[in-house]
């Protein structure tokens, strides 16, 4: 997966909450990463974790998230 194939589809006020978003969208089949993975944990207020994904599958994941709040 090349990065600049990843579009971000969430900010998150914690690493947790990424992680487990991450999760719900990998579930599914869905390649996920977490941008800010490190520096989040030291500066969340100012570098949220951010959930990016493929472009072709930011919609089904986005509906995913919606439905595991």
Known sequence: MQTQDLVVIAEYNSYLEAE???SIVASAG????IRNEYMSTA???AIPPQLLVP?????QA???LRLHP
Do not use: Q
């Open 43 to 45: 500066y969340a207020v």
């Open 55 to 59: 472009y072709d599958d930011a919609d």
């Open 30 to 33: 869905i390649y996920a990463e």
């Open 62 to 64: 986005k509906t995913l």
């Open 20 to 22: 487990m978003a991450k």
